[in-house]
């Protein structure tokens, strides 16, 4: 016996129901859920095809709706009882579904996801498409894949009799690429939810087949407005007409490029207009801008984000960003306001837990271990709402890439493998 | 004595002071040149009041021609031979006035004005007012004035009969103060008759009594495009998004700003969009830009101008702008054209030169120093297309002030030693 093999045991005797030896890795209850996955496997492709269909772009709270409606059937027909949770008008978002069902065994799960996709509907990036084993389309990897994953590994507990008694609820945000404000309401049911569960789990797109997050940085915003005087453009960066305010922006830019790379920080300008007029529209995705290139710009406006790993940090990031922002050039006045700041999600000892019962349920299954995801590479999510009352595990859902980007994909070759894998993670969860 | 009288004493030994002196500088021609300008003043002033009152707009043609028609008949009754060089249809442009004399004797001279205004026929400014001293109107003082000083200092030599066996040549535009395009048709005749003459006069208002124009800046466009990687915000800096449109064009610019000043050179972003999606008019003076916080921005545009002095100072300013464009932050690829617009018009030497005739004419004027006046305060005008053909001079028009704002206006004290001067000037130009 080699000393892999004795940790293996020690892990097992302290997670897995006492029956099960190293040499049975799997329960007969087990194998019967990894039956149904396959069963469902042809099912499981097809619906996912079905949702990415549907546009559900953020700000397309009509989309948003309809392809929850999709949702709250299926967990509806599993016996979930669901509640679709509208938030305020002003908030231009499409809502969330709430599911639920009640019993008294095992541990209490909240399981999270998002129905919306960063393609609103004026994106050319609008549908499905196979070749080979690769899937492109809007959501197909964030994460209406992972919702999938989530929704047909619960199919197979269902299917095997193994939802009974449970205690899951399920939480799917309609605004989770650009969440609804404030952010005390459009969080306030899934921080409900976390407060009295046990375990998070969140399905966001893995970003590898073997890697998990165990933590995730923290996201805020933050927007700089840079005015000038008006001058015509032969007396740029004289002593009375300065140098205007497309430089005094191209200057706090750079400087913050050169100034605040740190591991586990970025700080992305999203959106820039500028000229002799320019403005952002309410929902701050559209600007506009006037100007004529013999006229010195007035007017700038930049939106970006800010990810950080801990408070600390970005208060820190914050703080330089500032101080580059006041040192501004003649004749120019610069100002950064910045939105959000909630907390980040910290590899805690209660995350790492949960990720060794899943890389074990991986080994169990032959797929190998699953390890800590590099939280630099990964952005925000909503887990970072919930960190502090709760372990939680992200990045479950499919394995694929470009996520954000026009070509978005997933590899249908690992949505077997992935559904098995979580149904029988929440089963052994939900089970002790 | 009270303070007043005793200076009006010390005016008036000035004054003979200085008609003892200019006796002595001045020739016999030249006196009776100046005698003639000092009879035909008040006509001068009646004249220049007739032409402000029609409106001439630059896209007025028919008010173009009707106040070319006063133009030509002046000209023609000192002995000018004229021609009215109609522009193209398409064009929307009144023409060109062309007058000519021939002869043997000297230097060819040049001279250079406008009729048009930018006051069009729906602008609230319409008419000639006057105050004491100060004509209000538009174009009086640019240029309509400097049409008028130009006419009656040719006609002092007329009446002399010193205009005889000179050689001169008139262009008075239609289309200065918005050239009408194709610039090679619009500005063919000036730089045809360029080729054939040895010296230009223009007669654009003047920046101060005691100051000619022997530089103007030229004026060009530049157009900047920049792609980035379109991806999640939280990559931004890694290998895989590398650092997005929005901070290359940052370094872009701030290097701009940092690397490429220097005396008479002026490079003026006015307009930059940037996002995911951006949009530009067909004017190229507005449009809109699309993009998200989370997504890191992978197109921006910028639209710019660059003035110079030289051809040279213009030549070494793209180029230094090419290499700091082709020096890409990763994963970013960006791109400058340039589209040519107005020549400059250097300090040459030969300007110099001719600026020195004029200094000698003033001070034997008694109307003190003339000295060359600081080009990185003017802008383009239509001299700067003769400027490699010819020595030349601008700014030889009337003093006044507010161009190109209703209230624009002429100091009618200024205009009789104006007109002396040049009739002088352009005798002594013209004597060899």
């Not at chain 2, 007025?60 to 004229?82: C, M, Q, R, S, W």
């Not at chain 2, 045809?192 to 208002?205: T, V």
Request: glycine share 10%.
């Amino acid at each position: 016996m080699n000393s892999k093999i004795i940790l293996l045991t020690i892990i097992s005797a302290v997670n897995f129901l006492p029956e099960v030896s190293f040499g049975q890795k799997l329960t007969k209850q087990e194998t019967a859920i990894l039956k149904n996955v396959e069963m469902n496997h042809a099912e499981a492709v097809k619906f996912l095809e079905t949702t990415v269909n549907i546009n559900s772009g953020t700000n397309n709270t009509g989309g948003v709706k309809k392809v929850g409606a999709i949702y709250r059937k299926m967990l509806d027909d599993m016996g979930f009882t669901t509640t679709w949770v509208d938030m305020p008008a002003s908030m231009k978002r499409g809502g969330h579904l709430v599911a639920e069902i009640k019993g008294d065994k095992g541990k209490k799960l909240l399981l999270n996801s998002h129905m919306d996709t960063v393609f609103d509907l004026n994106s050319p990036f609008q549908k499905w498409s196979v070749r080979d084993s690769i899937a492109s389309g809007p959501g197909a990897n964030d994460t209406k894949g992972g919702i999938m994953i989530m929704l047909y590994a619960l199919k197979a507990l269902h299917e095997t009799g193994q939802l009974k008694d449970r205690q899951i609820v399920i939480v799917i945000h309609g605004d989770e690429e650009s969440a609804g404000s404030p952010i005390e309401i459009s969080r306030k049911d899934l921080v409900d939810a976390a407060k009295r569960s046990d375990y998070a789990l969140c399905f966001e797109s893995g970003k590898e087949f073997n890697s998990a997050s165990i933590a995730r940085r923290g996201g805020s915003g933050w927007t700089l407005k840079v005015t000038a005087r008006q001058s015509h453009s032969g007396q740029i960066f004289s002593e009375k007409a300065g140098p205007g305010a497309i430089y005094e922006t191209a200057r706090i830019l750079s400087r913050f490029k050169e100034e605040l790379q740190e591991k586990y920080l970025t700080f992305s300008p999203g959106i820039m207009v500028a000229g002799a007029e320019a403005d952002l529209d309410s929902t701050g995705l559209r600007g506009t801008a006037f100007g004529k290139s013999n006229i010195v710009a007035t007017t700038s406006i930049v939106k970006g984000d800010l990810r950080y790993i801990s408070i600390g940090q970005m208060e820190k990031a914050r703080a330089k960003m500032q101080a580059i922002v006041n040192e501004g050039f003649m004749h120019t006045e610069a100002e950064i306001t910045f939105t959000g700041g909630s907390g980040a999600m910290p590899p805690t000892p209660g995350n790492e837990k949960l990720l060794n019962i899943l890389s074990q349920v991986s080994q169990d299954l032959g797929q190998g271990k699953v390890t800590a995801f590099d939280p630099a590479l990964r952005g925000g999510g909503d887990m970072t709402q919930i960190a502090q009352y709760i372990d939680v595990i992200d990045g479950l859902g499919t394995v694929g890439g470009n996520a954000h980007a026009p070509d978005e994909y997933i590899n249908l070759n690992y949505v077997e493998g992935i559904i098995k894998r979580m149904a029988i993670f929440m089963h052994r969860l939900s089970t002790n | 004595m009270n303070y007043k009288f005793y200076t009006a004493c010390v005016v008036g030994l000035m004054g003979s002071f200085q008609s003892a002196t200019f006796a002595q500088k001045l020739s016999k021609e030249e006196i009776l040149v100046s005698r003639n300008v000092e009879k035909n003043h008040k006509e001068s002033i009646q004249f220049l009041e007739q032409t402000v009152n029609i409106n001439s707009g630059s896209q007025n043609p028919a008010g173009v021609k009707k106040v070319g028609a006063l133009y030509k008949k002046l000209l023609e009754d000192i002995g000018f031979t004229t021609t009215w060089i109609d522009m193209p249809e398409s064009m929307n442009r009144g023409g060109h006035l062309i007058a000519e004399i021939k002869g043997t004797k000297g230097k060819k001279l040049m001279l250079i004005g406008h009729m048009d205004t930018v006051f069009e026929a729906d602008s609230p400014f319409q008419k000639w007012e006057q105050k004491d001293s100060i004509a209000v109107g538009p174009g009086t003082c640019d240029m309509k004035g400097g049409n008028m000083v130009m006419i009656y200092a040719l006609r002092a030599m007329k009446e002399a009969n010193l205009l005889k066996d000179r050689q001169i040549i008139v262009v008075i535009h239609g289309d200065e103060e918005s050239a009408g395009s194709p610039i090679e048709i619009s500005r063919k005749d000036i730089i045809d008759i360029a080729k054939r003459s040895d010296i230009a006069l223009g007669f654009e208002n003047g920046t101060g009594f005691n100051y000619a124009t022997v530089a103007r800046r030229g004026a060009s466009g530049w157009s900047l495009k920049v792609s980035g990687k379109q991806a999640h915000s939280s990559g931004i800096f890694s290998q895989g998004a590398g650092a997005g449109a929005v901070y290359e064009t940052a370094r872009i610019l701030n290097s701009f700003y940092e690397q490429l000043q220097e005396p008479n050179l002026t490079f003026n972003p006015g307009l930059i969009m940037g996002g995911t999606a951006t949009d530009m008019s067909a004017t190229s003076i507005e449009g809109t830009a699309s993009g998200k916080t989370n997504l890191i921005a992978n197109t921006t545009v910028v639209n710019g101008d660059l003035r110079f002095l030289t051809n040279e100072q213009l030549q070494n300013a793209r180029a230094k702008m090419k290499t700091i464009v082709e020096k890409n932050l990763p994963l970013t690829k960006a791109e400058i054209t340039f589209k040519d617009g107005y020549p400059s018009m250097p300090p040459t030497e030969g300007n110099m030169s001719v600026l020195n005739v004029l200094n000698k004419v003033s001070l034997d004027l008694g109307q003190g120093e003339v000295k060359a006046f600081d080009p990185g305060k003017r802008g383009a005008g239509d001299i700067s297309f003769v400027a490699e053909y010819v020595d030349g001079l601008d700014g030889l028009g009337v003093q006044g002030g507010n161009a190109h704002a209703p209230g624009e206006y002429v100091n009618l004290n200024s205009i009789e030693a104006i007109v002396k001067r040049t009739a002088i000037l352009m005798m002594r130009l013209t004597d060899k």
